[in-house]
């Protein structure tokens, strides 16, 4: 296993066809573990794995609130390598027992035939509160945030594989960004970073992402209270419709000069 989140190859260039070196971006598999109990295995880039560890509980309906959680931590064992322990705290650990059916069973659903449907989204919008209202993003604010993620990227810079999450305040300025081979994963590390630092609710705010706007995504930041997610590439349609449902701001194909919004543009300002 890879010892961070970029690993040394050796590769041969052509047209030339000569011997070099290059960089790629690490991906290897980590275990979440709730109270004991194995919750999902995800292939991920190595480097924050007790935020991601935290933040997938959150999004994915473990814990509804910080105080639900009482640490997130590597395992230590060297027989368990990349595994992170999730130990729950007060009256969460008796509605995990009581959740982590259905909670194994959803996921399983979204990682191999997806969850479609009026239906699914009503039962997601049932778990997603209040989500930051009272702001406004400019029209300029927002088509300057995806080159700001750019120059916040540092393993993107170096090997150009990996996603990232990036959340941004109302006037354009960078408060956390996270990045990983995998969308969802980027999201949830950031997430999960201001779940253990105090920071959720997280307040006004964007939440960029690098890649397209999936269901996922949508219920992700929902259920962090975020109430407006741009994203470089296209949103689905049943992510159009998610985020229409709960309240919160979708805007796609983010470039420096142009963007569509696709639900709730009152956020938006010239």
């Known amino acids: 296993m890879a010892a961070g989140p970029t690993a040394d190859v050796r590769v041969v260039r052509y047209p030339a066809g000569t011997a070099d070196a290059d960089v790629l971006a690490v991906e290897e598999p980590v275990e979440i573990r709730v109270d004991g109990d194995p919750l999902a295995v995800t292939m991920r880039t190595p480097g924050d794995d007790p935020e991601l560890?935290?933040?997938?509980?959150?999004?994915?309906?473990v814990i509804d609130h910080p105080d639900d959680l009482e640490r997130a931590e590597a395992c230590?064992?060297?027989?368990?390598?990349?595994?992170v322990l999730v130990t729950l705290a007060g009256d969460a650990r008796g509605r995990w027992q009581e959740r982590k059916g259905r909670v194994r069973r959803d996921l399983y659903l979204s990682s191999s035939c997806g969850l479609?449907?009026?239906?699914?989204i009503d039962r997601i919008a049932r778990r997603v509160g209040p989500l930051?209202?009272?702001?406004?993003?400019?029209s300029r604010v927002?088509?300057?945030?995806?080159?700001?993620?750019?120059?916040?990227?540092?393993?993107?810079?170096r090997t150009g594989g990996l996603h990232a999450a990036a959340l941004f305040t109302p006037d354009?300025?960078?408060?956390?960004?996270?990045?990983?081979?995998?969308?969802?994963?980027?999201v949830d590390k950031l997430i999960g970073a201001l779940l253990l630092s105090g920071q959720l609710p997280c307040g006004p705010g964007v939440l960029l992402v690098s890649g397209r706007a999936s269901f996922e995504l949508v219920q992700k930041a929902g259920r962090a209270g975020i109430g407006f997610l741009a994203a470089v590439?296209?949103?689905?349609s049943l992510a159009a419709d998610a985020a229409a449902r709960f309240g919160m701001t979708l805007v796609g194909f983010l470039r420096p000069d142009r963007f569509n919004v696709y639900a709730h543009p009152e956020r938006v300002v010239a």
């Not at 230590?76 to 595994?83: E, K, S």
């Not at 930051?132 to 400019?138: P, W």
């Open 53 to 61: 560890a935290a933040g997938f509980c959150l999004t994915e309906g």
């Open 76 to 83: 230590t064992l060297a027989d368990y390598g990349n595994v």
């Open 116 to 120: 479609c449907g009026v239906e699914t």
């Open 132 to 138: 930051a209202a009272g702001f406004a993003v400019s």
């Open 142 to 157: 927002l088509e300057s945030l995806p080159a700001a993620m750019a120059d916040a990227q540092p393993t993107f810079t």
């Open 172 to 186: 354009g300025r960078l408060r956390l960004l996270r990045e990983d081979v995998g969308r969802h994963n980027a």
């Open 233 to 236: 590439g296209a949103p689905s």
